[in-house]
């Protein structure tokens, strides 16, 4: 099984920059769909971006253009870069690994604020 582990979260400022990593290891989760969910308080937890195997991301319309998903296969490594980050990006975002069986990591609080 994939264990995935967070890290690279924290406060930050409106219109700055954050960037999460999430660590795979057991299997092989470069074979696998990888991503980023959120979940804020009192909403239900959403899609932030994904990226499969064969290399296409998506992404939620509310982060378009301002984040961006890429691997590092030789770390085994997920990572979401964070640019221009709104108060409204505030929230615990969690790394998952489609093992098949999806595998979250422990999550990462992000908070956006002056």
């Known amino acids: 099984q994939v264990q995935l ?12 920059s954050l960037r999460l990593s999430c660590a ?3 299997t092989t ?7 980023w969910f959120r979940q804020a308080p009192g909403k239900q937890r959403e ?3 994904a990226s499969t195997s064969s290399g296409s991301t998506g992404y939620a319309e509310s982060v378009k253009g301002r984040f961006t998903i890429s691997r590092d296969n030789a770390k085994n490594t997920v990572f979401l870069q964070m640019n221009s980050l709104k108060p409204e990006d505030t929230a615990v975002y ?7 069986i999806r595998r979250w990591g422990q999550g990462t609080q992000v908070t956006v604020s002056s």
């Not at 989760?29 to 991503?35: K, S």
């Not at 969690?94 to 098949?100: I, K």
């Open 29 to 35: 989760p470069n074979l696998y769909t990888m991503g």
């Open 94 to 100: 969690y790394c998952y690994a489609d093992s098949p």
């Open 47 to 49: 899609l932030v971006a």
């Open 24 to 26: 795979a290891s057991g």
């Open 5 to 16: 582990v967070e890290s690279g979260g924290g406060l930050v400022q409106p219109g700055g």
